[in-house]
């Protein structure tokens, strides 16, 4: 076993996030909606696996782009 691991450090205000997000299009600032959901939830973005920031941003994409409303956390919950 590596005796040399290291954690990052963490800062107020700075959030620590997956490699593998920023590679598959996540783009920050992120939206008001997601930091909303994170903030509801007590989460913390590096909690969230790549399959359910996928399942926010389909669904913010559907409430902007094909109902023309903004994101709801009441119709979130009742999906998800």
Do not use: W
Request: hydrophobic share 45%; charged share 10%.
């Amino acid at each position: 076993m590596p005796t040399n691991h290291r954690t990052p450090g963490k800062n107020e205000g700075e959030i620590v996030l997956f490699r593998s997000f920023i590679q598959r299009g996540l783009g920050l600032l992120a939206s008001d909606f997601l930091c909303g959901l994170l903030h509801y939830y007590g989460l913390i973005l590096n909690h969230l696996t790549p399959n359910a920031v996928l399942h926010i941003s389909i669904f913010v994409h559907l409430c902007e782009a094909y109902l023309g409303i903004c994101p709801l956390f009441t119709l979130f919950r009742h999906f998800f």
